[in-house]
């Protein structure tokens, strides 16, 4: 059989796999699952699919960076979310807050090696430079 020019001999219709059993024979399986819902203190709701023989852990991570429990299962301790939190515009983020604390973003990082004088002085030195086209937009000098 030809194939966009080239030739791959016995691949014709009904021929058998290369590897001995022809897929078509073996059906794949499908593994049974199950869905965990969980709720965090801010008032998230999710739910985590998990193999079906596999134990569902009581906590899990929620997107907020809080720790999440299982939905069906009772609450003995209920954690107060501050107002800031309940606010959907003010909410906390994984990126902003975590378990360990904040996150180190490219801006703190950045504001560690630097004063932010340093940073200004940098930056009105970098666009005089692209200002009187001695320094390309890719930021390669001429």
Partial sequence: MTIRGTTNPGAGPGAAS??????????????????????????????VTLAADASAPDEWDCRCGRTGRRADRPQAVVEEVPARHRDSSRAMTARTSGPHGPARTPWNMLT???????????????????????????????
């Fill in 18 to 47: 290369r590897y001995g059993l022809d897929q078509r024979e073996v059906p794949a399986k499908e593994a049974a699952r199950t869905k965990v819902a969980y709720a965090c203190p801010a008032g998230h709701t999710f739910a």
């Fill in 112 to 142: 560690e090696r630097r004063t932010r004088q340093e940073l200004q002085d940098l930056l009105d030195e970098r666009l005089d430079l692209l200002r009187t086209g001695r320094l390309r937009p890719d930021g390669t000098r001429r």
